[in-house]
């Protein structure tokens, strides 16, 4: 069973950096050949794909972002983490922890965590 | 980027009536050499995360109801909910997983009529 939880802080200033754990079980990201993407949903918007980390530590980023982004894994911990620098209020919204797999012949992302809500505010 | 837009941005569907949410992309999201489509269809209700409902346009994920099918290719894609249930009430997204970065839909808010 695939299980992944997201977690950090909830509120952020303006200006600072947010990093956000995601602690996952079911599945091991050093030799299963799959990935975990971070996926975030601004209040009432549309699901906005941000970073993807593959076994074989392939990283990729979206571009709109990619200056501000550091996807990284803990193998030690089956934990894999996403780093955004300078925060801003649009950036306020749910940062979800996605399963992707197989690598090869991708399904989409089939498991999800329930999202850490993340506020930027002065 | 691939551009995904869907249509309509809201539907209201009598129960037990078909629904159908379409979706196009900007580009092809079909792999020639594996024949398969990266396109996926996610289920979202309030409060709780998507769901993968369909993968490679067409095949449904472990557990998802027969009554959901997903149909298209390259660029044009459709969902259909055969027989509307209280239940399937949600937003509905399209997601391309073809090339970085990938791309959701607008979303389609699926309404009881």
């Known amino acids: 069973q695939i299980t992944l939880e997201e977690s950090g802080p909830t509120l952020v200033k303006p200006t600072q950096t947010l990093t956000l754990t995601c602690t996952f079980s079911?599945?091991?990201?050093?030799?299963?050949?799959?990935?975990v993407a971070w996926v975030r949903q601004p209040p009432g918007k549309t699901l906005e794909w941000l970073a993807l980390?593959?076994?074989?530590?392939?990283?990729r980023y979206n571009p709109s972002l990619e200056s501000r982004l550091t996807i990284t894994r803990v193998t030690s911990k089956d934990q894999v983490l996403l780093i955004m620098t300078n925060m801003d209020p649009v950036d306020t919204g749910t940062y979800y922890c996605v399963h992707d797999g197989p690598f090869g012949e991708p399904e989409g992302f089939d498991f999800w965590g329930q999202g850490a809500m993340v506020t930027v505010s002065p | 980027d691939i551009v995904m837009t869907q249509s309509p941005d809201s539907l209201a569907v009598s129960l037990g009536e078909r629904a159908t949410i379409n979706c196009k992309s900007g580009q092809s999201v079909l792999d020639n050499s594996k024949d398969k489509n990266y396109l996926a269809w996610y289920q979202q209700k309030a409060g709780q995360p998507p769901k993968l409902l369909i993968y490679?346009?067409?095949t449904r994920a472990s557990g998802v109801p027969d009554r959901f099918s997903g149909s298209g290719s390259e660029t044009d894609f459709t969902l259909t909910i055969s027989s509307l249930q209280a239940g399937d009430v949600a937003v509905y997204y399209c997601?391309?997983?073809?090339?970085?970065?990938?791309?959701f839909g607008q979303g389609t808010k699926l309404e009881i009529k």
């Open positions: 997601q391309q997983y073809s090339s970085f970065p990938f791309t």
């Open positions: 490679w346009a067409s």
């Open positions: 079911g599945f091991s990201l050093s030799s299963d050949g799959v990935g």
């Open positions: 980390i593959y076994s074989n530590d392939e990283k």
